[in-house]
């Protein structure tokens, strides 16, 4: 079983960049496919972005896309998500989470991952 941990959330400015990270722990992460996800106060989580086991394919919420980039490097067990030009509504709960397998079927959904980490903080202010 794999556990992650995120971090590099922050208190930034509109327009300002954050590279975040999950560190991935207890088995190596050459087994999952990788996603973000986000969480704003009141609201439902969403799908950020996903990277397949390798790192050859990606996808985006059509909201972040051109802004995000999904990264991975499976020999530091670590997952990145780089966001630029962020936006007051990007404010949220950031999450890490993983899933097995090697599909995209249902990659948007939370319940498609079994694995997730306990988020960091982004705050954009206006």
């Known amino acids: 079983q794999v556990q992650l941990e995120e971090s590099g959330g922050a208190l930034v400015q509109a327009g300002d960049s954050l590279r975040l990270s999950c560190a991935a722990s207890g088995r190596t992460i050459t087994f999952y496919y990788m996603a973000w996800f986000r969480q704003a106060p009141g609201k439902e989580r969403e799908f950020v972005a996903a990277?397949?086991?390798?790192?050859?394919?990606?996808v985006y919420a059509d909201s972040v896309k051109g802004r995000c980039t999904i990264s991975r490097d499976n020999a530091k067990n670590t997952v990145y998500l780089q966001v630029n030009s962020l936006k007051p509504e990007d404010t949220a709960i950031y999450y890490c989470a993983a899933r097995g397998g090697f599909s995209w079927n249902n990659y948007p959904k939370p319940d498609a991952y079994p694995y997730w980490g306990r988020g960091t903080q982004v705050t954009v202010a206006s």
């Open positions: 990277i397949t086991n390798s790192g050859s394919g990606t």
